[in-house]
């Protein structure tokens, strides 16, 4: 037999087979066909009213109808957060972190915060205060430091500032003189305040005498700025402006380092390291924002100062934290009216009106957008600050140990302009804050600044040499004009 012979009998075989499978299929349709008809014409003659009772077939029986059960508020929330899972995650994390941190400040409020003293209640504990007496800054720290136990000795350049800090009066609060533009006799005062510390001190008559220790120097700089284009400052005014703001605080942390990496405990008591804290402002200098050149240069050159000094007290186990401030309520420190021409308030607004022509065109516009917007002159305008309080407790945690960051910011918009200084594109902070693109420039007068120059001989300047109070660009030959008067400027 040939294949094909075998081919054709495999087909014949197969036929039956599915002859039988259509005609189940077929069969079976036909079976719910006519069952569904004689269902639905038993419905029917069980309903109709002519028929007979005898000859009435019985109803079909039916499923009982399905009920519906609304969900319980479990099982809607566990079908939302199985449809939702990635954003589930993030509220999680979000609820878990402002959990975490509501409990941290809730034991940081309530924690007891009291220097160590003696058995006899004599205060034990010195923390010195570099900064103005005169600043509301000072003055509540100061006045803090002193309730919680400490003895503070507020450093002072002139009998000026020693008469600011004896009127406090509080017995504990005590002046200490330092001329470091002097530096044999602020070496002598160091060595003073050193030997002060070596001697025991009894609390009252015929009471044990205690040795003091040094638990920390605070560094308070300035924080009243000028804001104004740089074109406009005169050059003199940035060389008082790093001397009194930027070189005053070094020179003063710089007197202190013999003391700070000597061992000026006495024999047989326990060593003790002191802290050292440095204060900046730091919302102007987060965002470098125009027109405040001098803040945001002051403070990015005090960072630095810091980051350096840290690392070179690491190595001596002299911890150093960078303190930067955010804006505080100084309402209580401060005159309910203050003066005109009170430093650190928003300048009046007649001050580009005593602009040149060209620096009035020029910046005009943008300086009084910017200084109309939200953050001016270092502070939040329309919000009152953080309170004090936030302050003192850090600065507190700082001393004990309880917090041990390297940077520690406190007060209203330091964290958060800390992260838009990094993250936010300058341009789109700039337009925030009011800047504009200025359309046309002032045309080139070559008689400005023959006219700037003239003006000023005429308003009875120095003899030094320093005759323009803005900066201009005089033309090559026009060497009696200009403003950069070699060293007579930095007299």
């Known amino acids: 037999m040939s294949a094909d012979d075998q081919q054709f009998l495999d087909l014949l075989s197969s036929i039956p087979n599915q002859i039988r499978r259509y005609s189940g299929d077929v069969a079976e349709y036909v079976d719910k066909a006519v069952d569904k008809v004689a269902e639905e014409l038993r419905d029917t003659l069980s309903s109709a009213p002519w028929v007979p009772d005898i000859v009435r077939p019985k109803p079909p029986t039916r499923p009982p109808p399905v009920q519906i059960i609304p969900m319980t508020t479990y099982e809607r929330i566990h079908d939302w957060v199985s449809r939702h899972k990635l954003l589930t995650g993030v509220i999680v994390v979000a609820v878990g972190y ?258 040149p022509e060209s620096a009035r065109h020029a910046y005009g516009r943008n300086y009084v957008s910017q200084s109309s917007s939200a953050v001016s002159a270092g502070r939040i305008r329309g919000l009152r600050g953080s309170s004090l309080r936030d302050l003192h407790n850090a600065v507190f945690d700082v001393i004990d140990g309880s917090e041990q960051s390297d940077v520690v910011r406190v007060g209203l918009g330091a964290g958060l302009y800390g992260f838009v200084g990094r993250w936010a594109p300058r341009g789109l902070v700039a337009w925030m804050m009011g800047i504009r693109k200025v359309d046309e420039l002032s045309s080139w007068d070559g008689g400005s600044c023959n006219a700037s120059g003239t003006t000023s001989e005429k308003s009875g300047s120095s003899e030094d040499g320093e005759r323009s109070e803005f900066i201009a660009v005089a033309r090559d030959d026009d060497s009696v004009h200009n403003v950069w008067k070699g060293h007579n400027v930095w007299k």
């Open 98 to 355: 402002a959990t975490y941190r509501t409990v941290q400040q809730t034991k940081l409020m309530r924690k007891s915060r009291r220097a160590k003293r003696a058995r006899n209640g004599g205060r034990l504990e010195v923390v010195v205060v570099a900064g103005s007496p005169t600043l509301p800054l000072t003055k509540s720290l100061s006045l803090d430091m002193e309730r919680k136990g400490f003895i503070v000795f507020v450093v002072c350049n002139s009998i000026e500032d020693e008469v600011v800090v004896q009127s406090l009066s509080r017995p504990d609060i005590r002046p200490l003189s330092i001329d470091i533009t002097d530096p044999p006799n602020a070496g002598q005062s160091i060595e003073r305040f050193a030997s002060y510390l070596q001697t025991p001190h009894a609390a009252v008559p015929r009471a044990k005498a205690n040795y003091l220790t040094l638990k920390a120097i605070i560094l308070i700089p300035s924080l009243n700025y000028q804001t104004s284009p740089i074109a406009t400052i005169p050059p003199s005014s940035f060389a008082d402006l790093f001397n009194t703001h930027l070189l005053h605080p070094i020179l003063t942390i710089q007197s202190f380092l013999p003391l700070l990496t000597s061992r000026i405990t006495p024999h047989g008591e326990k060593p003790e390291t002191p802290k050292v804290l440095v204060f900046t402002p730091s919302i102007i200098s987060s965002i470098n924002p125009p027109f405040h050149a001098p803040e945001a240069t002051v403070c990015s050159a005090l960072s630095a100062f810091t980051e350096v000094l840290t690392a070179e007290l690491r190595p001596l186990a002299i911890p150093v934290t960078h303190i930067q401030l955010g804006t505080f309520d100084f309402s209580s420190f401060t005159p309910v009216r203050p003066a005109p021409n009170t430093p650190g308030l928003l300048p009046p607004a007649n001050e580009p009106l005593q602009w």
